[in-house]
C-alpha cells in the first residue's frame, strides 16, 4: 500500500463529566493507551499524533509511543471546537513539517475495545472499495422507530405510531448508528467539505456492540474493565 495515513487522536484535559477521563486506568493502563497501542499494531497506518493542549496526557502519550509534536491552541481546546478543525489543525502542522498524507484516521480515545483488527479491516474496506471515507457503525440497541418525542406535560396518548402498533421488535429493520470508533477520511476532500463521511463513495464498516462501549461514564467504565478482564 503505498497510501500515507495520519491517525490522529484527539484528547484534551477537560472532561466535566468524568475527570482525567482520557488517561484514567483502565484495567490497568491509562485510557488513551489502549487507542495508542491498537494503532501502532496496523499495519496500514503511517504516523500516530496525539493532538493535545494537557501536559500529563503528551507526557502519557510519549511513554506509550505516539508523537506529541504540538500543543493544541486553546481555541480548539474548547466546547465549541469541532473534531474536523482538531484535525485540520494537525494536517497543516504535518504540511508545514513537508509531511503529507493521503487519508487522515480518527481515532477517540474512548473506545478502547476497538482492536487493531478493526483498524486494519476499516482500511481494507477502503481499499476494497476505492472509499473517499469508511466509519465504524454499529447495530442500534434498540430501534429508533420505538422512539418519539414528548410533549411538555409527558403524556403518552400518540406516542407509538400506529403503522407500528403490535408489531414485534424482530419484526422491524435493523438500524444502524456511529459508533464513534473510526473514521477514515481522503484528507483533500475532508478539508473541501469539512466533514468525515460524504454523500458518495463512503462506506460503513461493522463493528460489535460490545466493542463499541463508547467511555462516558463510570458505568461504561465498569463495563469495559469487563470486557477486557474476560479477554
Not at 18 to 27: E, Q, V, Y
Not at 159 to 171: A, G, I, Y
Not at 177 to 185: P, S
Given at each position: 500500500m503505498?497510501?500515507?495515513?495520519?491517525?490522529?487522536i484527539?484528547?484534551?484535559?477537560?472532561?466535566?463529566r468524568?475527570?482525567?477521563?482520557?488517561?484514567?486506568?483502565?484495567?490497568g493502563k491509562?485510557?488513551i493507551?489502549?487507542?495508542?497501542?491498537?494503532?501502532?499494531?496496523?499495519?496500514?497506518?503511517?504516523?500516530?499524533?496525539?493532538?493535545?493542549?494537557d501536559?500529563?496526557?503528551?507526557?502519557?502519550?510519549?511513554?506509550?509511543?505516539?508523537?506529541?509534536?504540538?500543543?493544541?491552541?486553546?481555541?480548539?481546546?474548547?466546547?465549541?471546537?469541532?473534531?474536523?478543525?482538531?484535525?485540520?489543525?494537525?494536517?497543516?502542522?504535518?504540511?508545514?513539517?513537508?509531511?503529507?498524507?493521503?487519508?487522515?484516521?480518527?481515532?477517540?480515545?474512548?473506545?478502547p475495545?476497538?482492536?487493531?483488527e478493526?483498524?486494519?479491516?476499516a482500511?481494507?474496506?477502503?481499499?476494497?472499495?476505492?472509499?473517499?471515507?469508511?466509519i465504524?457503525?454499529?447495530e442500534c440497541?434498540h430501534s429508533?422507530?420505538?422512539?418519539?418525542?414528548?410533549?411538555?406535560?409527558?403524556?403518552i396518548?400518540n406516542?407509538?405510531?400506529?403503522?407500528?402498533?403490535?408489531?414485534?421488535?424482530?419484526?422491524l429493520?435493523?438500524y444502524?448508528?456511529?459508533?464513534?470508533?473510526?473514521?477514515?477520511?481522503?484528507?483533500?476532500?475532508?478539508?473541501?467539505?469539512k466533514?468525515?463521511?460524504?454523500?458518495?463513495?463512503?462506506?460503513?464498516?461493522?463493528?460489535?456492540?460490545?466493542?463499541?462501549i463508547?467511555?462516558?461514564?463510570?458505568?461504561d467504565?465498569?463495563?469495559a474493565?469487563?470486557?477486557?478482564?474476560?479477554?
Open positions: 503505498n497510501k500515507r495515513i495520519l491517525a490522529i484527539p484528547a484534551r484535559g477537560g472532561s466535566k468524568l475527570p482525567g477521563k482520557n488517561i484514567m486506568n483502565l484495567a491509562p485510557l493507551a489502549w487507542t495508542i497501542e491498537a494503532a501502532k499494531q496496523s499495519k496500514y497506518i503511517t504516523d500516530i499524533v496525539v493532538s493535545t493542549d501536559d500529563e496526557i503528551a507526557k502519557i502519550s510519549k511513554e506509550y509511543g505516539a508523537e506529541v509534536p504540538f500543543v493544541r491552541p486553546d481555541y480548539l481546546s474548547n466546547d465549541t471546537a469541532t473534531s474536523v478543525d482538531v484535525v485540520k489543525h494537525s494536517i497543516d502542522f504535518y504540511k508545514q513539517m513537508g509531511k503529507e498524507y493521503s487519508y487522515i484516521m480518527l481515532l477517540q480515545p474512548t473506545s475495545l476497538r482492536t487493531v478493526d483498524i486494519n479491516g482500511v481494507e474496506l477502503l481499499l476494497e472499495k476505492k472509499a473517499d471515507s469508511v465504524s457503525m454499529c440497541k429508533p422507530l420505538w422512539t418519539n418525542i414528548l410533549p411538555e406535560d409527558n403524556s396518548n406516542f407509538e405510531r400506529d403503522e407500528l402498533k403490535n408489531v414485534r421488535s424482530q419484526d429493520p435493523t444502524y448508528q456511529y459508533n464513534g470508533a473510526i473514521y477514515i477520511t481522503q484528507v483533500d476532500r475532508l478539508l473541501e467539505e466533514m468525515f463521511s460524504f454523500n458518495t463513495n463512503s462506506y460503513a464498516y461493522l463493528m460489535s456492540n460490545e466493542r463499541s463508547d467511555i462516558d461514564t463510570n458505568i467504565k465498569m463495563i474493565e469487563i470486557i477486557l478482564g474476560e479477554g
